[in-house]
């Protein structure tokens, strides 16, 4: 009973879920071969929605159907006892939306915005049938995600021993799901995903909050170390990729870049331009943190502006510089008095 059997499980799972959303999108393509481009509306409405309606209907139905056996089975692997007098309802996950709308309403969006383009905005008919059928594809495959997600969680909340579920991502992972890999949720959190996010929660208790033991799957530094250097850069950012290998911890990275701006430093000569983040600077933030108590230190004042790990590694001179700015700006973890000595 390991996590390591856990996330192999979970894996196939996501396999399945993902060949559900295969077939999902293949049976889409049919419905939407009929989109007129002449009468968008019309043949949507008389020809292609019931057809996508039933399609996705049924994706949702299939991928909702193995979530209690996922969930028992998962549980039965962290240890944790998976007996429960309730069953999932699969039939109750499809026909509607994650976010509660009619799933006929949702599908409807797309091909109003493109009769939107067509009519008001004289874009290309062709061209606006290209981005409707794009657009109802990703939600066919994150609709099928998601019902199943929702299944799984009701599955878990029904389960009294299961008190959390653990996040596993799938191989090809974006950045922004690689650093909640692993993460520890109380089971009726809301699951954070992206539009044909394949993450997926194992089943865990409170004895399972620790972090980083896991395989990439529940690691974010075992993921980024099982990428390619040409991966970490185009996933990361070449600077960000740069810092973590430096030794930088990822979410800070990561985070930094979410609310990154640009700003001119007048004080560098040459009017240098930077990138500065407003991450992790208010009173509780870690940068904020180290900032404060290198001012007891120091016993001087310093600058509020946080910079990006891409600024740094443009700034720095040497190797020297490049980890003493890491540290200073909070992408680096050690003791602030050490890091004051730098």
Known sequence: MTLAQAEQLTARRQQELEAVARAVQAEMLFWLALLDPADIMGSWFDQVLPGLYLALSRGQV??????????????????????????????????????????????????????????????????????????????????????SRGASQAAMAGTRHITGYIRCISAGACKRCAVLAGRWYRWNADFLRHPRCHCYGIPAGDEHRARGRGSWRTNPHAYFNSLSRRDQDRLFGRGGAEAIRAGADIPSVVNARRTARQLRRVDMGGGTIVTATT????????????????????????????????????????????????????????????????
């Open 62 to 147: 299939r991928a909702a159907a193995g979530a209690s056996s996922y969930v028992a089975e998962a549980a039965s692997l962290m240890g944790l006892d998976a007996a429960t007098a309730w069953e999932v309802a699969p039939a109750a996950f499809g026909g509607v939306a994650a976010d509660g709308r009619p799933l006929s309403s949702l599908l409807t969006t797309p091909a109003l915005r493109g009769w939107h383009a067509v009519e008001q905005r004289g874009q290309s008919a062709d061209w606006s049938v290209g981005q409707i059928r794009q657009s109802v594809l990703m939600m066919g495959s994150t609709e099928v995600a998601d019902a």
């Open 279 to 342: 991450e992790g600077t208010t009173r509780r933030g870690y940068f904020a943190h180290v900032r404060r108590h290198l001012e007891q230190i120091e016993g001087r004042k310093l600058s509020r502006l946080r910079l990006t790990p891409e600024a740094i590694f443009k700034l720095a001179a040497d190797r020297q510089e490049l980890i003493r700015l890491l540290g200073r700006h909070g992408y680096l973890v050690r003791p602030v008095a050490e890091i004051a000595r730098l």
